[in-house]
């Protein structure tokens, strides 16, 4: 069973872009989430280095539209990435050095993240952006 679905209900930005992103997003922890509970700590550290690389990938294309086209909410959201990015790459070297795991609670932290994060911050951004002509 998956952790998080992605719908257009609760999550679309109606940036295309963005919410493809997104939706690769939740593969990406929904495999994680896969290999936290096989207990595969191998595809467990594979599996992370890919997700947080796919979101810093992300947050670095949705700054990029922020400041292409003005958004004046672009610090605050940035100041959001930035504190996610900082959690998730220090849980990324403790990992990798033996000093921590990932478990379902960090899954379930990164669900918590997603659920609060999209519908009320990132869909802000959405009408802004297509009135900037970006669909």
Excluded at 26 to 53: K, M, P, Q, T, Y
Aim: zero cysteines.
């Amino acid at each position: 069973m998956p952790l998080i679905t992605w719908t257009r209900e609760q999550f679309a930005t109606n940036v295309s872009a963005h919410d493809a992103e997104h939706q690769e997003i939740f593969r990406l922890l929904n495999v994680l989430g896969d290999s936290v509970a096989s207990g595969d700590r191998a595809a467990v550290g594979r599996d992370l280095d890919a997700l947080i690389a796919y979101v810093a990938q992300h947050f670095a294309a949705e700054e990029a539209n922020f400041e292409s086209y003005g958004y004046p909410a672009m610090p605050g959201h940035k100041v959001e990435h930035d504190k996610l990015v900082a959690t998730a790459l220090d849980l990324q070297k403790k990992f990798h050095a033996g000093e921590a795991d990932v478990t379902a609670d960090t899954a379930a932290f990164l669900v918590d993240w997603l659920t609060n994060h999209i519908p009320k911050v990132d869909k802000l951004y959405g009408s802004f952006l297509n009135e900037k002509g970006v669909n």
